[in-house]
Nanobody, 117 residues
Framework: QVQLVESGGGLVQPGGSLRLSCAAS????????MEWYRQARGKQRELVAG???????TYADSVKGRFTISRDNAKNTVFLQMNSLKPEDTAVYYC???????????WGQGTQVTVSS
């Protein structure tokens, strides 16, 4: 049974930092590209960052230089380090597996990130 579980969200002031974690089970984690998405209230879901099984990373322009995606294959976990947070980063953040353009077989339940003074 495949399960992805996000954690680490919360309330933070502008300019602050959070680290999100996504723990995977039921898959051969090291064989999957993993992605982080976010969805703000009333907005479409958008891709934030991705990391391949080989460590290649990609980022949305809006988070480049502020967010860092990484993975620990020994712990079956993907991380999203978020620095210099802005109110515009407020959203529910989801992790997902990636098998090709437009193809995400498995999703986590999401974790809320709120950036506000």
């Amino acid at each position: 049974q495949v399960q992805l579980v996000e954690s680490g969200g919360g309330l933070v002031q502008p300019g602050g930092s959070l680290r999100l974690s996504c723990a995977a089970s039921g898959i051969i984690f090291s064989m999957y590209t993993m992605e982080w998405y976010r969805q703000a209230r009333g907005k479409q879901r958008e891709l934030v960052a991705g990391i391949t099984y080989g460590g290649r990373t990609t980022y949305a322009d809006s988070v480049k230089g502020r967010f860092t995606i990484s993975r620990d294959n020994a712990k079956n976990t993907v991380f999203l380090q978020m620095n210099s947070l802005k109110p515009e980063d407020t959203a529910v953040y989801y992790c997902a597996t990636y098998q090709g353009v437009g193809t995400n077989d498995y999703w986590g339940q999401g974790t809320q990130v709120t950036v506000s003074s």
